[in-house]
């Protein structure tokens, strides 16, 4: 099968950084290069929430508008790795943080709506355990 882990949560102040890892082990089948990797967060009580992906093969990357300019996803396709460096961190960005992957890229969406369309849940069909990532003075 396939399994994901993650790594790299903590605590940490306001203002200050982390840079979160997810390593993907592929089982026979699997080619990383055809799969798009995504964070998603979660905070008690609410909605699981798409923070950012990046398509495995070319680099394309999506942002929620609330980590924007602060968030970079980054891969390592020798590594098949993908790493989220979280900078300017708030409280608000206290969560669990999970990884998620994907098959291939969502088709047949206007370049508008595609970053939101990709960041659903609903598209992603395998998930890692989540790592708590908690900023707070």
């Known amino acids: 099968q396939l399994q994901l882990v993650e790594s790299g949560g903590g605590l940490v102040q306001p203002g200050g950084s982390l840079r979160l890892s997810c390593t993907v082990s592929?089982?026979?089948?699997?080619?990383?290069?055809?799969?798009?990797t995504a964070w998603f967060r979660q905070a008690p009580g609410k909605e699981r929430e798409g923070v950012s992906c990046i398509r495995n093969k070319d680099g394309t990357t999506f942002y929620a508008e609330s980590v924007k300019n602060r968030f970079t996803i980054s891969k390592d396709n020798a590594k098949n790795t993908v790493y989220l460096q979280m900078n300017s961190l708030k409280p608000e960005d206290t969560a669990v943080y999970y990884c998620?992957?994907?098959?291939?890229?969502?088709?047949?969406?206007?370049?508008?709506?595609?970053?939101?369309?990709?960041?659903?849940?609903?598209?992603?069909?395998?998930w890692g355990q989540g790592t708590q990532v908690t900023v707070s003075s």
């Open positions: 998620a992957l994907g098959w291939g890229t969502v088709g047949g969406v206007s370049d508008a709506n595609v970053g939101d369309v990709e960041l659903r849940p609903s598209r992603y069909d395998w």
């Open positions: 592929l089982s026979s089948g699997f080619t990383f290069d055809l799969y798009t």
